[in-house]
């Protein structure tokens, strides 16, 4: 059995942890609180919208995510943890 789900090393962020967040943008608003709270896996583009940064779609083990999640007014950010 092939059952790796804890933080391995940094470098290895990717598909690999099994989280993944989605960010819905027909919801955000641009509010900016997620990449106020966690800049380590959220930013903004030109237009104040949120993005995803490359590489941090598993959201790197940061604790901030969830926090993210919650300081989102309008719901967007989704982050599904598949428990292989
Ligand atoms: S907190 Fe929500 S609404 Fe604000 S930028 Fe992030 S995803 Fe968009």
Redesign the pocket.
Known sequence: MHNETHETHETTAGAASGTRID?DHD?????????LIAPSV?T?DDDG??ELIPGREDGAGDPMVRE?VR????S??TVTEAAV
């Open positions: 960010i919801l955000c608003v641009g509010a900016g609180q997620c990449a959220f903004q919208f949120s993210a300081a989102c007014p309008v967007a950010i």
